[in-house]
């Protein structure tokens, strides 16, 4: 399944319009038509919780799949296994380079020192080898305004930064970024 935004999602996307969720609108800035229910699944507990959402939108109008064409008389065609994605190789001209081991914060944690470092993982990550993406992200977190949408749009960043850097460069990002987001409120 590769869902598409249908017009109703691209109007909840626009500014000044929200009706859904931060994650079902990180569902939204997803669904491009090449990104499959194992894209969406970080950002749930379970791939099962993942798809339950992604049907969700498909019935509520704001996601599409696409349909097969058949001809009168014919049987549908079995849906092709899906191909596990590659990720796409990194020239050597291009490395990625974020100093992060010998980096010490000892600012103070709040949720603009995590979207400016969101937002700068962005540049330096997305723009050049996927600008779709990196205007998603830039577009999320300009409307991200509570720790659970900075940790949803993070989760969507590192799980491309780990499909091309790896997971070691992921999970010092990762890391990186708990130490900048506030802690969670505990609820007595």
Do not use: N, W
Request: aromatic share 4%.
């Amino acid at each position: 399944m590769f869902p598409t935004k249908t017009d109703k999602a691209r109007d909840e996307l626009q500014g000044g319009q929200r009706t859904l969720s931060q994650r079902e609108r990180a569902l939204l800035l997803m669904a491009d038509g090449r990104r499959s229910l194992s894209d969406f699944s970080p950002l749930f507990s379970t791939r099962d919780e993942a798809e339950q959402a992604i049907q969700t939108l498909v019935q509520r109008g704001y996601l599409q799949t696409p349909k097969v064409a058949v001809a009168p008389g014919k049987a549908v065609p079995p849906a092709p296994a899906p191909v596990p994605a590659q990720p796409a190789p990194i020239p050597a001209s291009e490395p990625i380079q974020i100093a992060t081991s010998a980096d010490t914060f000892d600012g103070k944690r709040s949720l603009a020192t995590t979207r400016m470092f969101l937002f700068d993982i962005c540049e330096r990550m997305f723009v050049r080898r996927d600008p779709k993406f990196a205007l998603q992200m830039r577009d999320a977190l300009r409307e991200a305004r509570d720790r659970e949408a900075m940790l949803t749009i993070a989760a969507l960043m590192l799980t491309e930064i780990e499909k091309a850097a790896g997971p070691e460069r992921a999970e010092s990002l990762r890391e990186r970024i708990d130490k900048l987001l506030p802690p969670a409120e505990v609820v007595h």
